[in-house]
């Protein structure tokens, strides 16, 4: 069972300035028992700064030391600057509770992409989840989660996030909207198809019988 002192509540602030191909939206921050946050969050499964990081934490740890091995402990130890670890069941996303499996949560107002997974933990950037619909940031979370459960394939957990989302209950055919208007704008790469693409993929395993 998480620790009372623990549990993190979600609640809506004024509203913040937003990248420009983000759709203006209320901010929400996350106020653990002793100490408040802004939390915000999206879908890249490793930035830049965070691969650097691993590699840095990687070789800190030894040669001995495989990847799974690191830990979220291990990883707000050398981030510092504000991160802390949120336990299993204690994580309210716009007034959701979220869970992956029983992993923990990283919240880095650091980290430079709205959400990362890593073998054991998923993390969040503070600074960007508040920026999206509240079921875009749900879908968001699964998308990551997604990683954790199906491998690093991006298509694959595009539609893992969705169809959890419809099976949870908490992802309507406004909800696949929402999420198409979010993606639309991106631009694809080595990992990601372009935003129309992922879109129309979001859209088909929304609509599919067979569950990834």
Aim: aromatic share 8%; hydrophobic share 45%.
């Amino acid at each position: 069972m998480p620790h009372e002192g623990r549990s993190i509540i979600l609640r809506p602030i004024v509203a913040l300035s937003v990248s420009p191909i983000l759709p203006p939206v209320g901010a929400w921050v996350i106020v653990p028992a002793v100490r408040a946050l802004t939390m915000m969050t999206e879908l890249a499964l490793r930035s830049r700064f965070l691969v650097a990081l691993l590699a840095i934490l990687s070789l800190l740890a030894g040669p001995s030391v495989r990847a799974e091995e690191l830990s979220a402990d291990d990883y707000v130890a050398h981030v510092g600057k504000g991160a802390y670890i949120v336990e299993y069941g204690e994580l309210l996303l716009a007034n959701r509770r979220m869970t992956c499996g029983k992993r923990p949560v990283v919240v880095d107002p650091n980290l430079d992409d709205y959400a990362a997974a890593y073998p054991g933990f998923l993390i969040l950037n503070p600074a960007k989840i508040g920026q999206v619909e509240p079921v875009v940031a749900w879908w968001i979370f699964k998308h990551e989660c997604a990683h954790q459960f199906r491998g690093p394939d991006e298509e694959t957990a595009d539609c893992w996030a969705v169809q959890r989302g419809r099976a949870e209950g908490w992802l309507k055919p406004e909800g696949i909207e929402q999420i198409c208007t979010f993606i639309r704008p991106a631009e694809g790469d080595s990992m990601h198809f372009g935003g129309s693409q992922r879109c129309a993929i979001v859209r088909r395993c929304f609509g599919a019988k067979l569950l990834h």
